[in-house]
């Protein structure tokens, strides 16, 4: 818990409330596989209820990447680390469904 001496208005500006998951496929469009769907939806919910008892104003911002988008962010931030996943994994250019297990 957070003490009473805590600068609220520092923690409130300077820390972004993002979660962002990965996974083959978007768990939270399709709600498959429903174990995976249900403990993404309950640490949304946790996380949630955590920041918002210590800054009621913040939003909570929730992102979920499937194995094309890390991709294409792996391919942004670096081409290197791309082209080492490429061949570590021996991907086809239909595009990275032997990679999931990388990430």
């Known amino acids: 818990e957070i003490s009473e001496t805590f600068d609220r208005s520092w923690y409130a500006t300077s820390i972004p409330h993002n979660l962002l998951f990965t996974y083959g ?3 939270l469009k399709t ?3 429903w174990h995976l769907y249900e403990n993404v939806r309950k640490t949304v919910a946790a996380y949630t209820k955590a920041i918002k008892k210590n800054d009621p104003a913040s939003d909570v911002r929730v992102e979920f990447m499937d194995s094309n988008d890390c991709h294409s962010v792996i391919e942004d931030a670096s081409t290197l680390i791309y082209q ?3 061949s570590k994994a021996k991907m086809s250019d239909e595009r990275y469904e032997s990679a999931d297990h990388i990430l």
């Open 84 to 86: 080492t996943l490429r």
């Open 31 to 33: 709600e498959t596989p």
């Open 25 to 27: 496929h978007n768990v």
